[in-house]
């Protein structure tokens, strides 16, 4: 599961289309999940990229129902303790349950539930965007945005050394774990503190041996690669356009603020 | 014989998946990092969090264009540097409560590389994460970086440098920084919860999210100052130039130095 994502990133059908197209579909799609009435407006985010990822991008279906349940923990603590009232209810609310100071109001609830369906949405967006598009895409396009050349680099560099770094991580943990080092909770602290200390170690030890091969050939300003260059897809852009178009609409008339 | 030694490589292969598995997020109802997920906040609090949060991001920047401008060979350092925090953020850390949890590894960063390049390393690290385990989120990713990228590594650098300060053992400063950086980041993602959903008030919203919280996070806290005095340790041992070299560790002349102020 590790790095399943970015493989499915760099063999997706969508890769071709241009990352400012894929930006419009996603972040327009955030910020409409977070404006229009949860309810319908959040279901119809979920199911549209839904459908989108898996019959045009072409994402298995296992990997996106696993990325998306990635952040449950958190959405599903975050949830309860919204829906858990403390102190006195708010005059006019209806209490469903009450234990002294907690209370579960039908407005708590209906605010948890708001929050659940927009979280479960904009995961989808950001999935979308995750599995469909190479982190070296995106870091080309923050340099042509402007971000200063440099931090751009780093970022690119950091991204390269991961897999290696994860790849001596894995190694160290199954060695650690053979020797029975994670038995019990104090030799597992100390097995995970000389784990980290062990990838720190080799990240420098790397670092520097890439460091000196890299200025062996000159590497003075910055590590560009060549770039695919991709135009803009009319018949995306004109999809996005629709998608969000009906987004706005049904979302707000679903909801009946403008019916 | 042949099968023995078949059954054997079998055997060894999935002891293989399975320990890959087991540190890979494949357990994702086990997870508990607290990073607001996508969609928590709503767009008034996601813009206010991603302002507030710019200042010091582009401080952060500048901070390692500067250096990178300096010390050309720094650049592979900090590249380093960040992937060490993702993949210290990205592993599971042993645990009290029997969930699995992830440490967020700003303390030991704010110590080895300074709070505000932590705030630009952090950013680039919570942006993967975003896009390569989808933990947190795009429109959160503004309180996030306030509460992981700078927070975090401030108060944890604070502490550091206050117990430095006081002349206590390196052990003590590094745990303070890394148990302290944790619960501050997880105080301010509980701030930033409340002021989003005050129910009935900002206050009882805090108490209610902290408590819910400290569950998990108050053990994982101590246990990430822990596993922080276990890493500077073994670092001490393995990696002293290193570490002279950022200035952690006295250098040999200026130990020599202040044992003679010291005696005299």
Not at chain 1, 62 to 79: D, E, I, M, N
Not at chain 1, 81 to 99: E, F, K, M, R, Y
Not at chain 1, 141 to 170: C, H, N, T
Not at chain 2, 225 to 236: D, I, K, N
Request: aromatic share 8%.
């Amino acid at each position: 599961m590790a790095f399943s994502i970015d493989a499915a990133a760099w063999g997706s059908p969508w890769r071709r289309i241009a990352v400012a197209d894929k930006a419009l579909l996603v972040t327009g799609t955030l910020v409409l999940d977070l404006l229009v009435p949860a309810w319908p407006g959040t279901l119809l985010v979920a199911a549209g990229l839904t459908i989108a990822a898996i019959a045009s991008a072409r994402v298995d279906w296992r990997l996106w129902l696993a990325a998306l349940a990635l952040p449950l923990t958190f959405v599903l603590t975050g949830v309860l303790s919204i829906a858990l009232q403390v102190g006195p209810p708010a005059p006019g609310s209806t209490p469903w349950w009450s234990w002294g100071p907690l209370a579960v109001t039908a407005e708590s609830v209906a605010r948890a539930g708001t929050v659940l369906g927009r979280s479960l949405a904009g995961t989808c967006a950001v999935v979308l965007l995750a599995v469909s598009t190479p982190m070296v895409d995106l870091v080309d396009a923050g340099r042509r945005l402007g971000v200063p050349a440099p931090a751009m680099d780093i970022a690119a560099l950091m991204y390269r050394l991961l897999f290696v770094l994860w790849e001596s991580a894995v190694t160290i943990r199954s060695a650690q774990a053979a020797r029975l080092g994670y038995v019990g909770l104090r030799r597992s602290v100390r097995s995970f503190g000389s784990l980290a200390a062990g990838v720190l170690v080799s990240a420098w030890d790397r670092s520097r041996r890439l460091e000196q091969g890299l200025s062996g050939r000159g590497y003075t300003d910055d590590l560009r690669t060549l770039r695919h260059v991709r135009p803009h897809s009319p018949v995306f852009l004109a999809a996005t356009g629709a998608w969000l178009l009906a987004l706005a609409a049904i979302g707000t008339y679903g909801s009946g603020v403008l019916g | 014989m042949g099968i023995r030694h078949g059954r054997a490589t079998v055997s060894q292969s999935q002891e293989l998946v399975r320990v890959i598995t087991t540190i890979g997020t494949r357990h994702p109802g086990k997870d508990s990092a607290v990073h607001i997920a996508e969609g928590f906040l709503p767009v008034p609090h996601a813009v206010g969090w991603a302002v507030a949060a710019a200042p010091f991001v582009v401080h952060g920047v500048r901070a390692t264009v500067r250096q990178v401008r300096e010390h050309p060979e720094d650049r592979v350092l900090l590249a380093a540097a960040g992937a060490f925090t993702f993949i210290l953020s990205a592993l599971k850390m042993p645990s009290v409560t029997g969930s699995s949890s992830h440490p967020t590894g700003t303390g030991a960063g704010a110590i080895l590389f300074r709070p505000p390049v932590m705030a630009f390393l952090s950013t680039v690290v919570l942006l993967f994460q975003a896009l390569l385990l989808a933990h947190g989120g795009l429109t959160t990713l503004g309180a996030n970086v306030f509460s992981m990228g700078i927070a975090g590594p401030w108060v944890g650098y604070g502490a550091y440098a206050a117990l430095r300060r006081l002349r206590a053992p390196l052990e003590v400063q590094v745990f303070f920084a890394m148990a302290l950086a944790d619960l501050a980041t997880y105080l301010v993602t509980s701030f930033q919860l409340a002021l989003a959903y005050p129910d009935p008030s900002v206050g009882a919203a805090f108490a209610k999210f902290a408590t819910i919280f400290a569950l998990t996070q108050v053990p994982l806290a101590v246990i990430e100052g822990l596993v922080g005095v276990v890493l500077f340790r073994v670092l001490r041992s393995i990696a002293g130039p290193e570490l002279e070299r950022l200035g952690i560790l006295a250098r040999p002349a200026e130990r020599a130095a202040t044992e003679d102020g010291v005696h005299a």
